[in-house]
């Protein structure tokens, strides 16, 4: 057969169900190939929002998600999204056309050294050379991609696309790759747990990663000890659960810290460095840390572990389980936990336009069901969204952490409906980051989603100035111009709503999500509450 026949065979033998993507001169074979395949060939209308959707996917199934991209510009548009699902370990496989070999070793028009570029935001990338290698070369992809969760890479150059080869899928067959602490360990962790006096668990995004929600559930409430999840581990543990103290991952010292200053013992469990730097948690490296994860933990002066159980997160907690003894929760951590929910509860009437951001995302959470989802896009409003939105199930926050990229929310809300058509969707995006991938309205609308975004609207680059405030007391080269959001959204063939009273957020979002289609609701937000956080942290810490 074809090479490209070969490569979408290997594929559809992964379990692959949409390739995110746009097509190039040099993809024509592949894309030749998958009109005749049952994977749906989703066109994006940039393809850093290719990436974005199947970083999406492959956080929301566990199974790598794929985009395409053509050579050279293509390609390089791919990075952003890319890189964010390699720091945010999302199983992605990227698939590149390039130039002809003839054309490798000599400039050549649009010909980049794209596995050398891609090396840097990737656990592996390869070209492939000759069409006899391409089974091997997708199945390494992916299982990579898949069991060290993150990206990968494959190029395809075009004349090796057209090779004929005699090759077929590799059989795919199940490999066990559960690994657990040993009894000595788990014995040794549970001695550790039990002389704490104020044990506390710090859950990451590795919990959700590993569909081990439930075991920490079951492991809390065997235990007592209270918990605090990242921005990107939000509902790994659900909010309405008093041993709840809420999410933690801004600079500030928050309300959070008043718990971690107290603790002696910190349990990580699924969390990854890049989340939260132990460095605002474990200043003086002074904290005892038992790391349960299923990888070794990076090396860092205020991150060292008494203990690690390296092995299957679920299968390590429910081994712990019966060698811990039940633990009280002091009620100090149970003060903590109230000042986080006082700060969203307070403003939940509150009728001030422009809108609270605390208002907005009450409003918001009121509108969604327990297992709908949230994507919140980079800026203020995602540290806002990752502080006070409460999330009782797992997967129903998505946000770009690692990278912190703008742009992510309207792609990756894209991935989440086509995934989840019977859930509610809601983006969240500031103005900024918004515009960076608008054009993907289009892509929303033909395919039909059921969507509303959310618009966080002050005309400015909120974030870098809340930043520039802390750090200078003035700011400069934040503001621009918006365009009329609601005919923005109509020119797509989308719904648009401008909200011009708060008392009206919440019912249109409600009508909103109940139409269907895609709707944009545009809303001034009320950024002076930034700085208000800021000082009421400075100067009220710990006043519990």
Known sequence: MKASDLMVQCLENEGVEYIFGIPGEETLDLTDSLSRSKIKFIVTRHEQSAAFMADVYGRLTHRPGVCLATLGPGATNLITGVADAHLDRAPLVAITGQAGLEKTHKEAHQYLNIVEAFRQFTKWNSSVTRAD???????????????????????????????????VPLVKKPYSH?????????????????????????????????????????????TGIPVVT????????????????????????????????????????????????????NPDGSKNIIHIHSDQHEVDEKYVPDLSLVGNIRTSLKHLVPFCKRKEMPEYFSKVRKNMEKELLDLKADTSFPMKPQKIIYDI????????????????????????????????????????????????????KLLSPDRKVVAVAGDGGFLMNVQEL??????????VIVIF????????????????????????????????????????????????FGPQLEN??????????????????????TEKLSNNFCEI
């Open 230 to 281: 990242t921005f990107m581990g939000k509902g790994a543990f659900p909010a309405d659960d008093e041993h709840y103290m809420g999410s933690m991952g801004i600079k500030d010292r928050d309300h959070i810290m008043c718990g971690f200053a107290r603790a002696d013992l910190v349990i990580c469990i699924g969390f990854d460095h890049v989340e939260y730097s132990p460095r605002f948690w």
């Open 442 to 451: 289009e892509t929303a609308v033909r395919l039909g989603c059921d969507m």
């Open 365 to 416: 959470r009121q509108a969604l069901k327990r297992e709908d989802i949230i994507i919140s896009d980079v800026g203020a409003h995602k540290l806002w969204i990752g502080r006070l939105y409460p999330a009782y199930e797992p997967n129903t926050v998505q946000m770009s952490n690692g990278l912190a990229s703008m742009g992510f929310a309207l792609p990756g809300a894209i991935a989440a």
């Open 457 to 504: 609207d002050d005309a400015k680059f909120g974030l870098i100035e809340w930043h520039e405030k802390k750090k200078f007391d003035a700011s400069f080269g934040i503001d621009f111009l918006n365009p009329d959001f609601v005919k923005l959204a109509e020119s797509f063939g989308a719904h648009g709503i401008r909200i011009e009273k708060a008392e009206d």
């Open 178 to 222: 559960i690994r657990m602490p040993d009894e000595d360990e788990l014995q040794r962790s549970a001695v550790l747990i039990e002389a704490a006096e104020m044990p506390v668990i710090l859950a990451g995004n590795g919990v959700i990663r590993e569909d081990a929600s439930e075991e920490l559930r079951k492991f809390v409430r065997s």
């Open 512 to 533: 909103a999500l109940k139409a269907g289609g895609v709707w944009l609701i545009d809303v001034r937000v009320d950024y002076s509450e930034n700085m208000k956080l």
């Open 133 to 167: 290698f391409i089974p091997e070369i997708v199945s390494k992809a992916f299982e990579i991609a898949r069991d060290r969760p993150g990206a990968t890479h494959i190029e395809l150059p075009e004349d090796i696309a057209a090779e004929r080869t005699n090759k």
